[in-house]
């Protein structure tokens, strides 16, 4: 499973993204942004400039799927049991 995290800093819900992320054991890529411009991926910048509007962050892209904490969290929760 590849993992990306787009979070910024000073985001609490990042902060805990990424000790949930270190709990599970998975390796993860953490993409710290300025600006949603920072966003490499153009097929997931629609949802990263949606989080970042309203200030929502993180947001995942599992496997080429953009996705936001809550569903990423579950996703990650799921195949960490399975494996």
């Known amino acids: 499973m590849k993992i990306i995290m787009y979070g ?7 902060d805990a993204a990424e000790s949930k992320l270190k709990k599970f054991g998975v390796p993860y890529c953490k993409k710290e942004m300025q600006s949603v411009t920072s966003v490499e991926d153009k097929n997931i910048e629609a949802l990263v400039q949606w989080a970042w509007d309203n200030e ?10 953009g996705m936001s904490y809550p569903k990423a ?5 799921n195949e960490s049991i399975k494996s």
Request: glycine share 14%.
């Open 73 to 77: 969290m579950r996703r990650i929760k």
């Open 56 to 65: 929502t962050l993180p947001v995942f892209v599992i496997d080429g799927v």
């Open 8 to 14: 910024k800093k000073g985001c609490g819900k990042c």
